[in-house]
């Protein structure tokens, strides 16, 4: 069963940092492009990073450039999001995906997420 499974939320105080982890079972991360969502309450789903399938060239929201860092490990099927410097806006659920494409078809793939809250 392919399956992304985020974990490493939690409650943290402004200022501290977390590792998000993302697991991928059913399936190697071997060619898939990987990215983090963040979606809170009364907000727009936003992309926070994304990190390529070769190269691992990465990409960040405006929001969080400078204070969160992308990693990949396709030896362990994992990705990773380090987050330092939380700020109370960075509260949202946070979920990883996968994609892929072909020349015949489309692969994407979406954890259930894993919450982050920023406060005092």
């Known amino acids: 069963q392919v399956q992304l499974v985020e974990s490493g939320g939690g409650l943290v105080q402004p200022g501290g940092s977390l590792r998000l982890s993302c697991a991928a079972s059913g399936f190697s991360f071997t060619g898939y492009a990987v990215s983090w969502y963040r979606h809170a309450p009364g907000k727009e789903r936003e992309l926070v990073a994304a990190i390529t399938s070769v190269g691992g060239m990465t990409n960040y929201g405006d929001s969080v450039k400078g204070r969160f860092t992308i990693s990949r490990d396709n030896a362990k099927n994992a990705v990773y999001l380090q987050m330092k410097s939380l700020k109370p806006e960075d509260t949202a659920s946070y979920s990883c995906?996968?994609?892929?494409?072909?020349?015949?078809?489309?692969?994407?793939?979406w954890g259930q997420g894993t919450q982050v809250t920023v406060s005092s």
């Open positions: 995906n996968a994609h892929r494409a072909t020349w015949v078809r489309t692969y994407d793939y």
